[in-house]
C-alpha cells in the first residue's frame, strides 16, 4: 500500500529558528514529491520535486528529494509568526493518484 | 481567477438527511477530486474523475456519491449522513494527462457537521 509518512507531528519553535521537516515514501510507480502548506483553508502549493538532488528555493523555504532513500525534507530558515501552519507532503503516482502524509504540524513563537 | 469554488462553506446536518456539496473550477481541467480532511489527518481521497462522465472511488468511498456531466462541475452527495462524516470536505482539480504529476488546485473547503 502506498504511504507517506511525515516527522515530527508537530513542533514549536522561536522566531529566527530553522526548522527541517521530513518525509518519507512509498509509492509505487512513483512521479513527483509535492509540499504544500495549509493554513486556516485550503492547502497552497509549495514545491513539487521530480529529480534527486536538485534544490528547490522561495525565499526562506528550500527543499530537497533523494530518490533513493525515498525521503524528502523542507528547511525554513528565519522563522516568522506566519510560517506557523500545517505541512503537508504529497507523493503523487501514476497520472492521477495523490497520497497525502499526516502533516506536520508548526507553531512559531514570537 | 476564481479556480476552484466550493459551496457551501459551513453546513450542519442532522443524522439521517442528505445534501450535495458543489464543486465548480473554470481552469478547464480534466481531472478532479474529492476529499475528506479528519482533524490531525492528511487529506483522503473519496472520488475522483478523469473526465466528464468518468468516475471512479477513492480509499474513502462509502456513503458518497458522486457525478460528473460537465468538464467544470463535480458535486459530491451525501446520502443518509452519519456522524463519522463530520470533516472538512475539499475538492481540488489538475489538468492531468501524462507525465509528472501537477499540483492539484483546492477549493477552500466545506466545514460539515452531522448531529
Known amino acids: 500500500e502506498d504511504k507517506v509518512v511525515q516527522s515530527p507531528l508537530s513542533l514549536v519553535v522561536h522566531e529566527g529558528d530553522t526548522v527541517t521537516l521530513n518525509c518519507s515514501y512509498e509509492?509505487?510507480?512513483?512521479?513527483?514529491l509535492l509540499w504544500y502548506k495549509q493554513e486556516k483553508k485550503a492547502p497552497t502549493f509549495l514545491f513539487m520535486l521530480t529529480s534527486s538532488g536538485i534544490e528547490k528555493k522561495s525565499g526562506r523555504l528550500s527543499s530537497i528529494l533523494d530518490k533513493k532513500e525515498l525521503f524528502s525534507i523542507l528547511n525554513i530558515t528565519a522563522t516568522q509568526t506566519g510560517d506557523s501552519a500545517i505541512y503537508l507532503c504529497?507523493?503523487?503516482?501514476?497520472?492521477?493518484?495523490?497520497?497525502f502524509g499526516t502533516g506536520t504540524r508548526l507553531k512559531v513563537l514570537a | 481567477n476564481a479556480g476552484v469554488t466550493q459551496t457551501p462553506k459551513f453546513h450542519i446536518l442532522k443524522i439521517g438527511q442528505s445534501m450535495t456539496l458543489q464543486c465548480t473550477q473554470d481552469m478547464n481541467h480534466n481531472y478532479m477530486y474529492w476529499y475528506r480532511q479528519d482533524p490531525g489527518m492528511g487529506l483522503k481521497l473519496i472520488y475522483y474523475s478523469v473526465g466528464a462522465g468518468i468516475t471512479d472511488k477513492g480509499e474513502v468511498p462509502n456513503g458518497y456519491n458522486v457525478s460528473r456531466s460537465t468538464t467544470e462541475d463535480f458535486p459530491l452527495r451525501l446520502e443518509l449522513a452519519a456522524p463519522s462524516q463530520t470533516s472538512v470536505y475539499f475538492c481540488?482539480?489538475?489538468?492531468?494527462?501524462?507525465?509528472?504529476?501537477?499540483?492539484?488546485?483546492f477549493g477552500d473547503g466545506t466545514r460539515l457537521s452531522i448531529l
Open positions: 504529497v507523493g503523487t503516482s501514476g497520472t492521477y493518484k495523490y497520497i
Open positions: 509509492v509505487t510507480n512513483f512521479r513527483s
Open positions: 481540488a482539480s489538475t489538468k492531468g494527462g501524462s507525465g509528472a504529476n501537477q499540483p492539484q488546485h
